[in-house]
């Protein structure tokens, strides 16, 4: 078991990548802080006693602190953090509304810079915390049409963990991005049905099918864990081939 003895935050472990990530964590000896904003997504997982769930949102000041304190109060110190929770904005750029870009940003970028911030000035007194994973896309590396404004929140996680890797690599800090493509997410059975642009899919992906989300979270997993102790400031594509192709 990779993370024994391990707390990890990991947010959005209500579906997809952000559930699996939590499953395998838990399964590989990690205590987990979960952040979801559905209680009833909660019932998928079966090892209640070393996961601790909190409904809200990860903007929310309030619910990071009842975390911390939780954990101090417990005296499980939060070693590793896993942003994935975000949201999807599909729309023309020309006809993107200044609340509709805040939105998206709000959710996708600036709440994971918060609390990146939030946890982190506890954590460099304590020196507990050792990697964190965010969680962007082959979107922000590559660009879509009308989806110029989730890209762009993408686009600045790529850049936010370079920077903190930069910045916090010599006191044990580890920052690491990944970037999957086009996973079975929550989003894929109303995709699939579109099949003209599903089989456009499928055919620029070199391994022709989409990927799981369990693809994703073992290589989370692993970032999470000692054996990547000298992984730092990477931003990794978990896309089939899709961007070499």
């Known amino acids: 078991m990779i993370l024994k003895n391990k707390t990890i ?9 952000g559930e699996s990530v939590c499953r395998i964590a838990l399964k590989e000896g990690a205590f987990v802080y979960g952040i979801t904003r559905t209680k009833s997504d909660l019932e998928k997982f079966k090892d209640k006693k070393k996961l601790k769930a909190f409904i809200g949102d990860t ?29 999807r904005l599909r729309e023309k750029f020309l006809e993107t509304s200044a609340s509709k ?17 939030f946890f ?23 660009g879509f049409k009308d989806l110029s404004g989730y890209a762009s929140t993408k686009s600045a996680l790529v850049g936010l963990g370079k920077s903190l890797a930069a910045e916090f690599g010599e ?8 970037n999957p493509g086009f996973i079975k997410t929550s989003y894929y059975s109303q995709f ?20 799981e989300s369990d693809e994703i979270a073992n290589f989370v ?25």
């Open 59 to 87: 903007s929310n000041k309030n619910l990071l602190k009842k975390i911390l304190i939780d954990s101090k109060k417990n005296k499980r110190l939060i070693n590793g953090i896993v942003n994935n929770a975000g949201v």
């Open 221 to 245: 997993i692993f970032l999470l864990s000692d054996k990547s102790s000298y992984i730092n400031g990477e931003d990794v594509n978990i896309d089939g081939g899709w961007l070499s192709s």
């Open 101 to 117: 870009l805040d939105y998206v940003f709000k959710n996708n970028f600036f709440s994971i810079f918060f609390l990146i911030q």
């Open 120 to 142: 982190l000035k506890d954590s460099i007194k304590k020196k507990n915390i050792t990697s964190i994973v965010n969680v962007s896309s082959i979107v922000g590396k590559n």
């Open 9 to 17: 935050l990991i947010t959005g472990i209500g579906k997809g990548i």
């Open 192 to 211: 699939k049905k579109k099949k003209k642009l599903y089989n456009w899919t499928l055919g620029r992906t070199p391994m022709k099918r989409w990927g």
């Open 171 to 178: 006191i044990g800090i580890r920052i690491n991005t990944v």
